[in-house]
């Protein structure tokens, strides 16, 4: 009984079972743990990793270099979540782009973007749709829009990503998950059950500092328990079936494709694009956007960092050459990405 | 991925909400949600609802904790 | 002034010059020491000078708690206050574009003429360049101040000392919330206004209640967040910085967590942060408590021997993390 | 600085505004008086101070015989020099296009760099905003200057006399015809260079020669005659000018020529028109010849109590015609 | 023999012959006479009339509104020579245009309009085409040019005009036509002579002092004489038989049409318009330009002032209201506008 | 109407001239005078070269005068 009293942070402090990796795949978590000052609380047999969940860090070189291309040969109005405009392509940034003459343009919702080419038919505007299943509902929103308003100068370049085939593509990367909350709040979360029977454990953990706690220390105990597990630790946002709504409509709009995964390499069916009857929005047909093949800088070691096989503080360049102000990888530039975070806050 | 943002619903009309963030206040796609009222709590990405939820994170974790210990 | 817009014309140098410069700028600023010659004749300060320029180019120029020409005076008038210094001069160039509504014109000079008589600064001399239409976004002013260093004060960004206490003389990040919602299409409405004050008046009355003050400098461009971290550097000591204690608007936290911006970041354009020993950190804070521009004022952290150049936060579960560096442009992000 | 442009980064007034300003700006401008922080600390001139500041936003920012740093400098310390000042201080804010080439930065500060070391003017403080890609043309840059008033001298617009000699120091409207070319695409190719020069040297020569003068003002936006309606107009006298006197180089005439201008209203930015008594005159001139920028000075007319705020010419034929007013924007015409 | 030392001046100065009006048909004449200070040299007797032979006072404020709709409605990008920027049209000028974002470009030549539009083929360039026989020519020429290049994104719009009908309708305005020299370089003298022969007296002029007062001499004493008489002052230049290249030109893309002059009403034959097979360089047939009847303000006296009626100082806001900065008509606005001249030279 | 410039032709190439007027140079067409050479005098007008020219006004109107007289 006299457990009962002890609190998340204490379970955490005091843990003293085997070691332990913990992924937090979500790079909003990353951020969010870094803030808070979390990784200073653990023991040293608890191992944080951070994953591939920053939507940004994850997408390749190609994708900036296909957005340039159309920013600047086509003149194309880009509208992007503001996440990118910093992220280095092969030669320029999206920022490099508009410092060229090219017209990009920060927005908050897709429904932003495709209002604004309504408002401005003599431009051609496409949003750049990147993120997990969580935003790809905007996005396929706004093309639905751009449909019923008889809009012609809207579409996507599309770069979406789902998770379950990165969660099998990580297995051994980490002994727990610590699942993306807004993510499960549109797929549910069957896979995870379906995972924890397969022998993955996790936890769905939502973004205060209380729940972020709590989900670290329910892994903890559970973990030291020594059987696989799965604890929705965010239930007042995430439901077992998830989105109805939101799955059904990526569904109408989207079909999964192969797609590369900066630092993974190609994931099998883990990407979307849309489907023939929507291709009148996707902008690489509409422009007929060359295959661009993106190079990224050779001594970025991102894709190790994602999976857990180094540090940040591994990279040679990490600090030196590459720093928030001249990123040299994705995940120095995102403020989700792990080396950011790492930079930033100083591990 | 995926900033969310806990808000209020101040407004319905057909498909979009008006939601309230500490003072800040912007529409938003609400199609995701059927049955949306004002006073109703929601999750917030990009522009859109994503869920229905409720606004006590204090509530949630303590009962978490109860069952965990 | 039967033109309705500004027009090349006025720009040119003959008799539409003189005219723009007659019936809009002086009919605003007239004073002895203003001149229309090359150059204004002026009495010097006693003592020593302290001399400060600023260029004003926000965007859009009207915004809710003010415009580019409040903002062009209350920039340079709390440069000169923040070295101790009383402003005495004050000079205006504007860059206009063709084609600018006269009345607009006439609305800014009107607001320059206003907080300069409120920060007790004389305009001595001006410049008018009129910019092709597309060359210049609206209307740019750089202002320069004049000052007089206030008898037995010295400050300076490199003075601060282990032990200070921190102090803002308000919430943060007005101004900057404030422009980035009236600039950016983000479709969001919040109940902000810009924090855009003259300032000479507050640091006086701390001065009339101490001379020992280490650091007094206004956060504009960059933000409370941005001064912390060159103070930092320059005096080589750490701050410890208290997350709950820093004043935030309701409305200002909403739209950053919108946005997923920090409003430390966020400029501000009538705040000062204050490093002074802590023993006078109450007396100061009781000054500003009664004027105008800083009913908010609070202590937020203090000045550390440890951690030199780093600015070190005390979060919500009482652990410290680093303050983020600041970073280059502010974006928006959703991820 | 390993960026090849400016971006929006250096303007955000965090880590690269700081290195843009310490790599280009403080690399050139260094001396004991310039400043990082929010003001310069300066000791002030003894007896009266001269003030003056200019906008400067010249297309293109390069060009024969200078570049925008170059003008900016000369600009302000002209002004000076025509108050009888010499120049002491200078504060420059530079407004800086996303995508300018930092190659182009430095070598604008390297132009100002120099043309301060020749003008003996110290730079003390500056600011550096960035606006977006198309916000702004290219580079525009504010100097705000101060200087000593010369014991014993006086001059001003108001002072101009009838009988006194009217001298020009050099040749007229080559600045304004050198950018005419630059900017404008009339395939016109003449050997013409700006006459941008700093003049402080050559006023203080004049003055030491004599002390007797009554009017010194720089001829720059609408030129030489621009400035003689001004003066006729503030001293309510008349203006006698010979056409034949008035120096203009062959490439200027020209020019002037295919395109319907009139010289003696071209900027000029290294010219100054000297009013002083007959008596004075020729010594004046002779002073100027022997100085670099005036090798071509000539007196060109008189003053007179006839015809008061009127300038008149006398043409080629012997009759008088009143020089036409200054007009607005200079078009060149064909018709 | 004592005769002969006289010089032109000192025959202008002493003439004592009877009254005589004579026109400087050409706005440069106007121009140079003011500058040179002539106008002070000659005896009462004389009447010096400023014509109507500037092309900006006489094209009507019609056409400068067709050029503002272009330019504001179509996004054209105008071309012009600096004369025409600051003329008043109904609403609004070409600077005004300029100053709500139109694209005004100078221009010292048509054949920089053309080679502009070649350069610029994302942009519809039209070049307003003014002016009376000596610079019909030059339009002609760019436009033969563009159909060379394959350029199809310049075109004229096209206010040319043709003096012999003019003279035909200021027949009774003048004893004494001094005839514009240029214009004559391209038609030759043929017709001057033709209206000598009915009873028509004039002289062709150059634009040097000289070769001014020695026109304006020769005039006088050949009144004196009492015959219709016609001297050509100016043979270094002009050529009985002009510029028959130039004439060819004209007749190959040009047809004559009804045109309007300001003051003058319609003027039949006395404008130009480009043929049938060049229509595809006529703006107004390109960009469907609507009929667009200009207002010219009532209280403006330039028809008056161009025929010789009234003197500009005859017109009410003459100086008050309208000055060259706030010109109310096109006579004031055009450096060789009677009423600008009067009002820069002070009379 | 018609501002004119005399001008000495500095280069000739089918159908254009480099013409010189007091140190101003400029390309103009040359299409409406068959035979210019180096060193001619033509009128210019708008960028074309409009008359083939003498440069000497001043024997031209001593003529005029003496034949006047
Ligand atoms: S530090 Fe930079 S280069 Fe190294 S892995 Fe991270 S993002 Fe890549
Ligand atoms: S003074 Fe003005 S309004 Fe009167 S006739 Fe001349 S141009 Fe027209
Ligand atoms: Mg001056
Ligand atoms: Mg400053
Ligand atoms: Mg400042
Ligand atoms: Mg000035
Ligand atoms: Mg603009
Ligand atoms: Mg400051
Ligand atoms: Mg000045
Ligand atoms: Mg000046
Ligand atoms: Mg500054
Ligand atoms: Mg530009």
Chains 1, 5 share one sequence.
Not at chain 1, 53 to 72: H, Q, W
Not at chain 3, 13 to 22: A, K, P, Y
Not at chain 3, 25 to 35: E, G, Q, R, S, Y
Not at chain 3, 125 to 149: H, L, N, P, Y
Request: hydrophobic content about 40%.
């Amino acid at each position: 009984m006299e457990e009962k009293k002890k609190t998340a942070r204490e379970i955490i402090e005091g843990y003293q079972g085997p070691p332990v990796r913990i992924m937090e795949v979500c790079g909003t978590h990353t951020h969010e743990i870094f803030r808070l000052g979390i990784r200073k609380l653990l023991p040293p047999q608890v191992e944080l990793i951070s994953g591939p969940g920053c939507p940004v860090c994850v997408t390749p070189v190609g994708f900036i270099d296909e957005a340039v291309y159309l920013a600047l040969e086509k003149k194309a109005t880009i509208c992007t979540f503001g996440d990118l405009v910093r992220v280095p392509g092969t030669k320029k940034s999206l920022a490099d782009a508009r410092a060229e003459g090219a017209k990009i343009r920060i927005v908050y919702s897709p429904a932003d973007a495709e209002k604004y080419a309504a408002e401005h038919p003599e431009e051609q505007v496409v949003f750049l749709s990147v993120g997990f299943e969580t935003t790809t509902p905007a996005g396929c929103l706004s093309v639905k829009k751009a449909k019923e308003d008889g809009i012609s100068n809207y579409s996507l370049l599309v770069a979406n990503k789902t998770m379950p085939q990165a969660y099998q593509a990580l297995k051994g990367s980490a002994d727990v998950f610590l699942y993306p909350g807004h993510v499960n709040a549109i797929t549910g979360t069957k896979l995870c059950e379906q995972l924890a029977e397969d022998g993955v454990s996790g936890v769905v953990a939502g973004f205060t500092a209380k729940e972020l706690l709590t989900a670290l220390a329910v892994a903890l105990v559970r973990f030291q328990e020594g059987k696989p597990f799965f604890v929705n630790c965010y239930p007042r946002v995430v439901k077992e079936e998830g989105s109805p709504e939101a799955q059904k409509l990526m569904e109408e709009l989207m079909e999964p494709c192969d797609s590369e995964w900066r630092g993974l390499g190609v994931i099998p069916g883990s990407g979307l694009v849309l489907k023939k009857e929507w291709e009148n929005f996707d902008a690489r047909k509409k422009y007929a956007v060359p295959p661009i093949q993106g190079k990224p800088n050779p001594a970025c070691r991102c894709g190790d960092v994602l999976q857990g096989k180094c540090k940040p503080s591994d990279c040679k360049v990490f600090g030196k050459v590459c720093t928030p102000q001249h990123p040299v990888g994705a995940c120095m530039v995102s403020n989700e990405g792990a080396c950011s975070a790492y930079f930033m806050y100083g591990n | 991925m995926c900033v969310g943002l806990s808000a209020k619903v101040v407004k319905i009309s057909d498909g979009t909400a008006v939601v309230d963030a500490g003072g800040a206040k912007r529409e938003v796609s609400a199609q995701l949600l059927g049955d949306l009222e004002p006073g109703d709590y929601v999750m917030v990405h990009a522009g859109v609802a994503i869920a229905k939820i409720t606004d006590d994170d204090e509530e949630e974790t303590d009962q978490l904790m109860e069952e965990l210990l | 002034m039967d033109n309705k817009t500004v027009t090349m014309a006025h720009g040119a140098g003959g008799r539409q010059t003189s005219e723009l410069i007659d019936e809009v700028f002086k009919a605003h600023f007239a004073n002895p020491d203003l001149t229309a010659d090359d150059a204004a004749v002026l009495v010097p300060p006693t003592g020593k000078m302290a001399v400060s320029t600023d260029g004003f180019i926000v965007s859009p120029a009207f915004f809710p708690g003010g415009n580019i020409g409040k903002l062009s005076i209350c920039g340079t008038v709390n440069d000169l206050a923040c070295m101790g210094a009383k402003p005495m001069y004050l000079t205006c160039a504007f860059v206009i574009e063709e084609g600018f509504p006269m009345e607009k014109l006439e609305e800014i000079a009107s607001a320059m003429e206003k907080t300069a008589k409120e920060a007790g600064v004389r305009i001595v001399s001006g410049d008018t360049k009129v910019a092709g239409k597309g060359q210049v976004d609206g209307v740019f002013i750089t202002t320069t101040g004049m000052g007089e260093i206030q008898d037995g004060v010295q400050v300076g960004g490199e003075l601060a000392k282990p032990g200070d206490a921190i102090i803002v003389t308000g919430d943060v990040g007005r101004h900057g919330c404030t422009i980035l919602l009236a600039r950016e299409d983000f479709g969001i409405d919040a109940d902000v206004t810009s924090d855009c004050a003259p300032l000479w008046g507050t640091v006086k009355e701390v001065m009339d209640a101490t001379h020992d003050i280490h650091v007094i400098r206004d956060a504009t461009r960059g933000g409370v967040g941005t001064v912390l971290y060159e103070i930092a550097g320059q005096s080589n000591v750490g701050i410890r910085l208290d997350a709950a204690a820093v004043p935030v608007a309701p409305g200002v936290k909403g739209v950053c967590g919108m946005l997923g911006l920090e409003p430390l970041y966020l400029a501000c354009e009538g705040r000062m942060v204050i490093m002074a020993p802590k023993s006078e950190a109450e007396k100061i804070v009781e000054v500003l408590h009664k004027c105008p521009y800083s009913k908010d004022a609070a202590i937020i952290g203090e000045v550390t021997a440890d951690q030199p150049g780093k600015v070190v936060m005390t979060t919500e579960i009482g652990t410290q993390a680093l303050l983020p560096q600041p970073g280059g442009e502010l974006l928006p992000r959703i991820c």
